[in-house]
């Protein structure tokens, strides 16, 4: 029964590349959120999709962030021209929807030279 | 909106002592709770959740949170600590339904001393 999968685990871009982050939701699960962690603090969300639709993208920087959650394959993050501030762990979670609890990946550990 | 504060980042104990990690949130309407534990360099895994049934909720790993309305409050609890409870423990709430992001505090980072 495999877990959320998030690769890759660690991802090392320099300033001004781009950022890709898979997340593959759990057997059955049709709801991802995308959460990113700073240093000492908690997880702040930033994105939430179903199958090809944004529901909620509250939490998501206007520029350079996107996401998408296509028909087939997995959820991706993206971040274009990244910056030394987007170094951070970031975790999705997927869900049934209703009243079932999000479970979550790893995460992704990105460090920006 | 919702918001959760976590009271103490960091709290140590003793082996074989009781933990309390607590958490009080801020809701304009009846929430969800969570707990989540996070092990370094790992996800968060659920260690239990409040949906408005039972106000005593048990979770994984003996521990358990009560719900008290009148307190704000969803503090998390575990009658003997073990070393492997060491760990970063999350409390989260979201709106009454499952569907919507939690909203974390900031974690408490929990030590247990042999």
């Known amino acids: 029964n495999a877990g959320v999968m998030q690769n890759p685990r660690h991802l090392v871009r320099r300033r001004g590349q781009e950022a890709r982050l898979r997340c593959s939701p759990m057997?059955?699960?049709?709801?991802v959120y995308w959460y990113r962690q700073l240093p000492e603090e908690g997880l702040k969300f930033m994105v939430y999709?179903?199958?090809?639709?944004?529901?909620?993208e509250s939490g998501m920087p206007k520029e350079r962030f996107s996401a998408e959650f296509p028909k087939e394959g997995p959820s991706i993050l993206r971040i274009q021209q990244v910056v030394r501030g987007d170094s951070a762990a970031y975790f999705c979670?997927?869900?049934?929807?209703?009243?079932?609890?999000?479970?979550f990946g790893d995460g992704t550990r990105l460090s920006i030279l | 909106a919702q918001s959760v504060t976590q009271l103490g980042s960091h709290v140590s104990v003793s082996e074989g002592a009781l933990v309390l990690l607590r958490c009080n949130y801020s809701?304009?309407?009846?929430?969800?709770l969570f707990w989540y534990v996070q092990y370094p360099n790992q996800g968060l895994q659920l260690l239990l959740k409040?949906?408005?049934?039972?106000?005593l909720v048990k979770g994984i790993n003996g521990f358990e949170a009560e719900f008290k309305k009148s307190e704000t409050s969803f503090h998390l609890t575990k009658p003997s600590a073990h070393m492997s409870d060491a760990a970063e423990y999350f409390c989260?709430?979201?709106?009454?339904?499952?569907?919507?992001?939690?909203?974390f505090g900031k974690g408490t980072r929990l030590s247990v001393i042999a």
């Open positions: 979670a997927s869900s049934r929807g209703g009243d079932q609890p999000q479970h």
């Open positions: 057997k059955g699960h049709s709801h």
């Open positions: 999709l179903q199958k090809e639709n944004i529901i909620d």
């Open positions: 809701s304009s309407v009846p929430p969800y």
């Open positions: 409040y949906t408005s049934a039972a106000t």
């Open positions: 989260a709430v979201t709106r009454n339904s499952g569907n919507t992001p939690l909203v």
